[in-house]
């Protein structure tokens, strides 16, 4: 398998354009991770989904933010309007629950620089 | 508040040595706990997860600790290599629902 794959994985824009990222989990994969990573916070999980069904997110830190997941090889998360303070790397994970505890599988990331 | 400590200081030790780096939480009662690893510029890579009635969990160079009453897991790396050389991160799960908790992550630097 590929693994997860994110695109952009490098994005520079201007403060209050529109940033849409994207994601393709692991076939067969019933969750599906948002987590942005800074250097001042760390890896935060910003939304879950199962099943393709949004679970928690309770860590979207505003409106501005929003995700979805329109099936089950498919995943957006969008920023609008950006801010320089989104700058960081925003990872996009899966995970096929089993009941023996959920390895996630980590995509290489998308760099976002909000300027 | 529920909180994740790991190492607050960068750890670095010669080669061949065993590295051993810490994870402490609080408010938390996790079923599970995993531990990954993080190159730069590059996504958490899963190591070894370890369960709340497990003491211990090995996979080659590596061992993984847990215990529940001092509410701490430390993971060992063994004769340690500077392709060790990364950030280490541990991340607890309450339940079976795949939502993670993360720690901020050491930095171990590991010198030939």
């Known amino acids: 398998d590929a693994g997860v794959i994110q695109s952009p994985r490098h994005e520079v824009t201007e403060m209050g354009q529109e940033v849409t990222l994207r994601c393709k989990p692991i076939s067969g994969h019933d969750y599906l991770f948002w987590y942005r990573q800074t250097m001042m916070r760390g890896l935060e999980l910003l939304i879950y989904f199962n099943n393709n069904v949004p679970i928690d997110d309770s860590g979207m830190p505003e409106d501005r933010f929003s995700a979805k997941m329109p099936n089950a090889s498919f995943s957006t998360l969008k920023i609008q309007p950006s801010e320089p303070r989104d700058s960081a790397v925003y990872f996009c994970a899966s995970s096929l629950s089993r009941g023996a505890g959920n390895t996630i599988y980590f995509g290489e990331g998308s760099w976002l620089t909000v300027v | 508040s529920q909180k994740i400590e790991q190492n607050s200081e960068a750890l670095n030790i010669q080669e061949g040595k065993t590295a051993t780096l810490t994870c402490n939480y609080t408010?938390?009662?996790?079923?599970?706990l995993q531990w990954y690893r993080q190159d730069p510029g590059r996504g958490p890579v899963f190591l070894l997860l370890i369960r709340e009635n497990e003491k211990e969990k090995r996979k080659e160079r590596l061992k993984v600790t847990f215990d529940t009453t001092l509410k701490q897991s430390l993971f060992h790396i063994t004769a340690s290599q500077p392709a060790d050389s990364a950030t280490y991160l541990c991340?607890?799960?309450?339940?079976?629902?795949?939502?993670?908790?993360f720690g901020d992550g050491t930095t171990l630097t590991v010198k030939p």
């Open positions: 991340a607890l799960d309450g339940t079976n629902a795949g939502k993670s908790t």
């Open positions: 408010n938390y009662s996790p079923a599970y």
